[in-house]
């Protein structure tokens, strides 16, 4: 079976511009969660999709953005970038295990350089 | 919310020693997970252990739900074992949020 797959791999963008970035999990998943990693703040949880819709969201401010399409595969969006969004996007997708917790599977990640 | 606390911070290992991770945490979870991000930043999922011990060659993890902490053993480490080990731990609130660890940074020596 294919892994998770994620890009771009890397991506450069100035402040104010926006992105999108892409996840594709793996076939038979159903839900994808997107994480920000960043050397200060750590791993932070972003949002959660199950079946296109979002079940659970992070703290971060509106701008950051995703939806699920019927495929399963995701998309994150970032508007109006800033400095601080630089960090290593990364997506899981997952399956339900006995007793109800989703086992997570991760792709390469996206590292977006704001400048 | 849930606090995820994981010791030591840094370990520096010799080639072949053994170490014991611990990963702490605050409030009852659905589940938890142990990973490896190496060097490429690629995360690795080593254990889904809620509950109980179980064994993956060298490695090895329990959970002790009740008392909220995780162990990660490492045996006969290899410098391949170097990078980031994070714990993980999964509540259920709408969906199913996970919340990680600072993680501990793992350097084996040859």
């Known amino acids: 079976k294919a892994g998770v797959t994620q890009t771009p791999r890397y991506l450069i963008k100035t402040r104010g511009q926006q992105v999108t970035l892409s996840c594709s999990p793996i076939?038979?998943?159903?839900?994808v969660s997107w994480y920000q990693q960043t050397p200060g703040q750590g791993l932070q949880f972003l949002f959660e999709?199950?079946?296109?819709?979002?079940?659970n969201k992070g703290n971060f401010p509106g701008r950051f953005s995703g939806r699920q399409f019927s495929n399963s595969r995701s998309e994150m969006n970032v508007s109006t970038l800033e400095l601080g969004d630089s960090a290593l996007y990364l997506c899981?997708?997952?399956?339900?295990?006995?007793?109800?917790?989703?086992?997570?599977?991760f792709g390469s990640g996206t590292q977006l350089s704001v400048l | 919310g849930i606090q995820v606390e994981q010791s030591p911070p840094d370990l520096i290992l010799q080639e072949g020693a053994n170490s014991t991770l611990r990963c702490n945490f605050s409030?009852?979870?659905?589940?938890l997970q142990w990973f490896h991000q190496n060097p490429w930043g690629q995360l690795i999922n080593l254990f889904y252990?809620?509950?109980g011990t179980k064994q993956n060659g060298r490695l090895s993890a329990t959970t002790v739900a009740t008392e909220r902490y995780s162990l990660l053993y490492i045996s006969s480490s290899q410098t391949t074992d170097s990078g980031v080990y994070f714990c993980a731990v999964g509540v259920l609130a709408g969906g199913f949020k996970t919340i990680f660890g600072a993680g501990t940074r793992l350097f084996v020596k040859a």
């Open positions: 999709y199950f079946s296109e819709t979002q079940r």
């Open positions: 409030d009852s979870v659905n589940n």
């Open positions: 076939s038979g998943h159903r839900s």
């Open positions: 252990i809620p509950s």
């Open positions: 899981a997708s997952s399956f339900r295990q006995q007793g109800g917790g989703e086992k997570l599977f």
